[in-house]
């Protein structure tokens, strides 16, 4: 991978951490996800005037995407719900890359070297070793079941977008194109349902929240903008390995903003999430 891209990708994993953050920290998870989600659409509209429309051969891929990330954020929404966000963020965001390398060699003939898989299998083992929790004399994540659940639901979910739009976006003609269409048409039916079940609820949050929406839509937007990007430069299976070191910030964002503790173990899982960028870095 190319300086500039991981670079690039880095960024992506600090946004993406960020906008993480603002939906945990909030009072109500489900409508700060929904407005973070309107507002990341609402910022991509004035670009529909800009790109071209995505190639034909696209758009059955703009469309799984949007199904797949409608799952994405019910479960995200009821892991925070109910587990930390230490707890669940790195087991959503650790697993996801070494399905979405399984799902490469399978879907996209993509077979990582094999440092490559040494950097992948690093980070998420670092990436999980940030979710263990001390019980006793062992690490286990005991009394956390429903979040687990929902956070390894969400990595398999994660995963299978991740290929989605990999491949939407090469097929594309211009990246920029799928990604803009993307957020703008993602928007729309999470936006739809918050209406028919919350809908006073909804636009009380669109409006007084407005700012929150709109800077947390653009973190969103511009990380996985970033990612798409950087998709159809690199190999899909080692980007989302990189983007994944967005547990990093996470973590850091969890101890010092929500007050969540960190441990050693949690630290030499960052300590192996480091390694394994360098891995990856190297290939």
């Known amino acids: 991978m190319s300086l500039e891209i991981t670079l690039a990708v880095l960024l992506a994993a600090l946004l993406h951490a960020s906008w993480n953050a603002m939906i945990k920290g909030g009072s109500d998870v489900l409508l700060d996800t929904a407005t973070i989600v309107a507002g990341a659409g609402l910022i991509a509209v004035p670009f529909l005037f800009i790109v071209p429309l995505p190639a034909p051969a696209s758009w059955p891929y703009i469309l799984g995407s949007i199904a797949t990330h409608l799952a994405y954020y019910f479960l995200m929404v ?15 965001r650790g697993v996801a890359p070494l399905i979405t390398a399984v799902l490469g060699i399978v879907w996209l003939r993509e077979l990582p070297a094999p440092l490559s898989w040494v950097g992948m299998l690093l980070i998420s083992i670092g990436v999980i070793a940030l979710a263990l929790r001390p019980t006793g004399n ?9 979040a687990v659940t929902f956070a390894l639901g969400n990595a398999a979910v994660i995963a299978i977008y991740t290929i989605i739009d990999g491949t939407g976006a090469r097929l594309a003609g211009n990246p920029w194109s799928y990604i803009v269409w993307l957020f703008v048409l993602d928007a729309l039916p999470f936006s739809i349902y918050m209406l028919a079940t919350r809908k006073r609820q909804f636009i009380v949050a669109l409006v007084e929240r407005r700012r929150h929406g709109l800077i947390g839509g653009a973190l969103s937007a511009g990380a996985y903008a970033i990612s798409v990007w950087a998709m159809t430069k690199a190999p899909v299976a080692l980007v989302a390995s990189l983007r994944e070191t967005s547990v990093l910030f996470a973590t850091l964002i969890g101890a010092r903003l929500l007050k969540e503790r960190l441990t050693p173990r949690r630290w030499a899982g960052v300590g192996a999430v480091l390694i394994g960028v360098v891995a990856l870095r190297a290939t």
Do not use: I, K
Request: hydrophobic letters at 40%; aromatic letters at 8%.
């Open 78 to 92: 009821n892991a925070y719900r109910t587990g930390e966000l230490s707890l669940v963020y790195p087991l959503m």
């Open 138 to 146: 062992a690490p286990v994540l005991s009394g956390h079941g429903r």
